[in-house]
């Protein structure tokens, strides 16, 4: 681990006034150091005071090291409680345990969530609906739990692990937000008529918190038709909440809806700590070319800004990247510009007022 006063090696704007936030900067692997190093630059012309304290994490560091989830990663962000965080690869079918899901029930980060909303001017084949939904995963148990066993010779259960708890507590954190924010409707989505006990207990709990919420509308979808209902009709959602499995999936149909996996940012909120990532993995086949949209971590850099209390600058950075996007003539290759991943973080740096 090394610290540093800002990743890009350059001495931040306000680097001789007060620093008032230090954040545990984990630009991970893959596309995750180019989209790391443009999202500092962006919040950083923000003029914000960050003291970033780079945390080297990647499937190269886990390998070496043998622990799945090195100590100087999570002794870092216990410390600083707000990191910005890039994906790290996760072997497919073997190898090391998902690192992002070690660190996520290692601090305790309960509530995946998901912003999902148009950007202006982008082409989709959505691009006229008013899509601006907000997904709450359940981010620390289901099937990510990872008990896994070998029966007998090709025979496998994959236990899927439901507690009162953690529903409970991702419902109770869905409604709260709904109720802080003015959002309207809750959709708690499921699939309780085949998993009655497990999806039953999360889809109770669900129930039972919504009593408590008057106010705020609450209906349940099963997962499959809730699949077409996204594809069909977008616009009518707005809070989703779920059990992990399903968020994770469901994250990427939305994703799909805005333009993809570059645009979602999402954050990963514990009682002491919050992490703030995209939703997308670590893109092997862009890496190191150029071309990686950071819109996704950028838009991640907005919500931790607000969460750190600069709304202001928070705002600036939202308001500058919807200008770039708007105008398109910087958009990356995945949202069907030709600009690279530099070019296009110059345009929102350019943007800012
Ligand atoms: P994981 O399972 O680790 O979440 P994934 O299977 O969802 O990963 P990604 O690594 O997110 O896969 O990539 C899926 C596709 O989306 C790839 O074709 C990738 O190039 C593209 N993609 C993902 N993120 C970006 C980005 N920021 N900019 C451009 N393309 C991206």
Redesign the pocket.
């Known amino acids: 681990m090394c610290h540093e006063p800002c990743a890009t090696g350059h001495a931040p704007r306000a680097y001789n006034s007060i620093v008032h936030h230090t954040v545990s900067l984990i630009p991970g692997d ?2 995750g150091p180019e ?1 790391a190093d443009a999202t500092v630059r962006a919040v950083e012309a923000t003029g914000i005071p960050v003291r970033w304290e780079r945390v080297e994490l990647t499937r190269e560091v886990i390998e070496q090291s043998g622990e799945s989830l090195p100590e100087g990663v999570v002794e870092s962000l216990q410390r600083t409680r707000v990191g910005l965080k890039g ?1 790290v ?2 072997p497919i079918a073997g190898g090391f345990q998902s690192v992002n899901v070690a660190l996520r029930k290692r601090l305790d980060l309960f509530a995946n969530v998901r912003p999902v909303r148009n950007l202006p001017g982008l082409k989709t084949r959505y691009q006229d609906a008013k899509i601006d939904m907000i997904i709450f995963r359940e981010n620390t148990e289901d099937l990510y739990a990872g008990l896994e066993h070998e029966v007998v010779t090709d025979v496998v259960t994959s236990l899927k692990v439901i507690t009162r708890r953690a529903s409970e507590r991702i419902a109770r954190y869905t409604f709260e937000f709904a109720k802080r924010t003015g959002r309207q409707q809750i959709t708690a989505v499921h699939k309780a008529n085949i998993m009655k006990l497990g999806d039953g207990l999360f889809l109770r709990c669900c129930r039972e918190v919504a009593r408590e919420y008057p106010d705020i509308g609450y209906k349940e979808l099963i997962v499959d038709n809730a699949a077409m209902q996204l594809v069909m009709r977008p616009e009518t959602f707005d809070l989703l909440l779920m059990p992990n499995l399903y968020g994770d999936i469901v994250s ?1 149909l939305a994703a799909g809806l805005v333009g ?3 645009i979602v940012p999402g954050s990963n909120m514990g009682e002491r700590c919050a992490v703030f990532e ?9 890496a190191g070319k150029g ?7 950028m838009q991640s850099a907005v919500l931790m800004l607000a969460h750190l209390g600069e709304q202001a600058a928070s705002a600036r950075l939202q308001t500058a990247i919807e200008r770039v996007y708007a105008g398109a003539k910087h958009l ?3 949202v069907g510009g030709s600009a690279g991943t530099t070019e296009f973080t110059d345009a929102v740096i350019a943007a800012m007022e």
């Open positions: 893959g596309i989209v994906p690869t996760t990427d993809g996996l570059g995209a939703v997308h993995g670590s893109a092997p086949d862009i071309i990686a949209n950071p819109t996704a971590l990356t290759p995945d």
